[in-house]
């Protein structure tokens, strides 16, 4: 690359970074100042003076830890059961010879190129003709009940990962399985014990972008929940709102909260997380 269009690089490149950051940090600021002052002297002005409340404000008044618990009973099953049932589908279409391999690899991998909103109305109707026992779900169908979400989330985001983890298990040497065969190693024992310790950084990658993506779920609880307890914190942000008249302080110290646990979770993944993004950018 030549020095001009590496310069033209890394200018592009702090450019975008100052897009994404700049609202964050824009956040950050309305966050920390009193609603009086914004109204006196407007958003773009020097703050005077710098405060929590509207931290405490919004932990408060939105309930933030009893939709947060909301939002682990959906999110910590949803992520679980993807990557057992994802990692268990690439198994078969990575290492085991059959016809349908392919074609099962195509069917999940299109499963996501249409968007959400056009399944709306049949999932709708589904998840109220759909009975649950009331153990599982206290309104006694699909919908409205945490579950629901579970199996929506676990349904949107499984051909993704059966699509990155299926080309990452084709990395794996294919020598490994067999040594495995001839010691008299299982279907089983070749996925579970062999197999899935070695796809680690890439489990450990899906884990976090799946955690960041059905953490920051709204549309899902909002169109297939109704009560309003059972809402993850990010559809609860509402709660937020006046009526009359929206404090947008208030909402950026609730936004805040709000995304603190993803970012806990990238920086406690973040080594495995890279590892997996880089794999296969290098040839030994």
């Known amino acids: 690359m030549t020095p001009r269009r590496s310069i033209i690089s890394e200018v592009f490149l702090i450019l975008v970074a100052a897009l994404w950051i700049l609202p964050v940090l824009w956040s950050v600021y309305l966050a920390f100042r009193p609603l009086e ?9 020097w703050p005077r003076s710098l405060t929590l409340q509207n931290f405490r404000d919004a932990w408060t008044q939105g309930s933030v830890l009893h939709y947060f618990v909301n939002s682990l009973w959906i999110t910590i099953p949803a ?7 994802s990692s268990a589908l690439a198994f078969v279409i990575a290492r085991l010879r059959y016809r349908w391999t392919l074609p099962l690899l195509l069917v999940f991998t ?8 056009v399944f709306l109305a049949p999932l709708f109707k589904i998840y109220n003709s759909v009975g649950l026992p009331t153990w599982l779900a206290d309104s006694g169908k699909l919908y409205d009940s945490t579950f629901g979400l579970v199996v929506i989330n676990v349904a949107f ?3 993704f990962c059966v699509f990155v983890l299926a080309n990452f298990m084709k990395t794996v040497p294919a020598s490994i399985q067999e040594a495995a065969i001839v010691d008299g190693a299982g279907i089983w024992t070749q996925y579970w014990r062999i197999t899935l310790p070695l796809c680690r950084p890439a489990l450990a990658a899906m884990a976090t972008l799946l955690t960041i993506w059905i953490y920051n779920d709204f549309f899902w609880a909002l169109a297939l929940i109704s009560t309003g307890d059972k809402y993850p914190i990010t559809t ?13 302080n208030l909402l950026a110290a609730g936004a805040l909260i709000v995304a603190a646990p993803t970012l806990v979770v990238y920086l406690v993944l973040q080594r495995h997380f890279i590892a997996g993004l880089t794999l296969g950018s290098t040839k030994e």
């Open 110 to 117: 299109a499963g996501n190129l249409l968007p959400q909103q």
């Open 157 to 159: 985001q499984l051909g």
């Open 79 to 85: 992520v679980v059961l993807t990557l057992l049932l």
């Open 236 to 248: 609860a942000l509402n709660d937020l709102k006046g009526q009359y008249a929206v404090d947008n």
């Open 37 to 45: 002052e914004t109204n006196k002297y407007g958003y773009v002005s």
